[in-house]
């Protein structure tokens, strides 16, 4: 299966530290999108990084693709306690991808203590 | 912005009984999506959807079926709920990638419907 897995399961941070999530796959992409998920409600659209792509940049999110090593990390800075959710890696499959499939990670729990 | 609308937040059925979860988004997106999540499981594809009666098995249809019968609702049915479908259940839409494009697109969520099956 191309499903991504998060690393780690768990994060619990302070008010203003960084938070990193790493991310990893097995087969060819065409695009990597990270996804958060507040408890108890659907998943919200982060970003998409294309695999030509090697760093992108959303306000206060910072996310990176490594193709060789099939990988990408999802740096959130100066984090808030509003930022507490759950964060999930979405994959597609590269060349012959099923239309429109993703394949989710996990997710990893981050915890932003005031 | 785009909205999917899941039509419970919250459904209590029995064992045995015939389940529909519905779904509706208005941004005429052609792709539509049923998941469920449960705690360790992460996001588990049953049916996807790319038109107008068509319908793809996910990585979990058994006990479950699918209906789209117009472009903007997708339809989830569990035949004969089990307690073991107890679970939240997501559904998602999403835009056909564009010719020239090999990305799939973002997909957008609804709230999810958290089903017990008593």
């Known amino acids: 299966s191309q499903q991504g897995e998060e690393d780690p399961q768990a994060l619990s941070i302070q008010e203003g530290e960084n938070a990193t999530m790493n991310c990893s796959y097995k087969?060819?992409?065409?695009?990597l999108q990270w996804y958060r998920q507040n408890s108890g409600r659907g998943l919200v659209h982060l970003i998409l990084?294309?695999?030509?792509?090697r760093e992108k940049h959303s306000g206060r999110l910072r996310v990176t693709l490594d193709t060789s090593k099939k990988s990408s990390s999802l740096l959130i800075t100066a984090s808030r306690a509003a930022d507490t959710a759950s964060y999930f890696c979405?994959?597609?499959?590269?060349?012959?991808?099923?239309?429109?499939?993703?394949?989710f990670g996990r997710g990893t729990q981050l915890t932003v203590w005031p | 912005d785009v909205k999917v609308t899941q039509s419970s937040r919250y459904l209590v059925k029995r064992t045995g009984e015939k389940v529909f979860l519905e779904c509706v988004q208005d941004?005429?997106?052609?792709?539509m999506f049923w998941y469920r999540q449960d705690p360790g499981l992460g996001l588990r594809l049953i049916y996807f959807?790319?038109?107008?009666?068509?319908?793809e098995k996910g990585d979990i249809p058994e006990g479950y079926s699918v209906s789209r019968e117009k472009k903007e609702r997708f339809s989830l049915i569990l035949e004969s709920a089990s307690t073991n479908q107890t679970s939240m259940y997501l559904c998602?839409?999403?835009?056909?990638?564009?010719?020239?494009?090999?990305?799939?697109?973002?997909?957008?969520f609804g709230d999810g419907t958290r089903l017990s099956i008593l």
């Open positions: 087969t060819s992409i065409n695009n």
């Open positions: 941004m005429d997106h052609e792709n």
């Open positions: 959807s790319y038109d107008v009666k068509m319908k």
């Open positions: 990084i294309r695999s030509n792509e």
């Open positions: 998602a839409s999403s835009h056909l990638r564009t010719d020239g494009s090999k990305s799939n697109q973002p997909q957008h």
């Open positions: 979405a994959t597609d499959e590269g060349r012959g991808s099923t239309l429109g499939r993703l394949y």
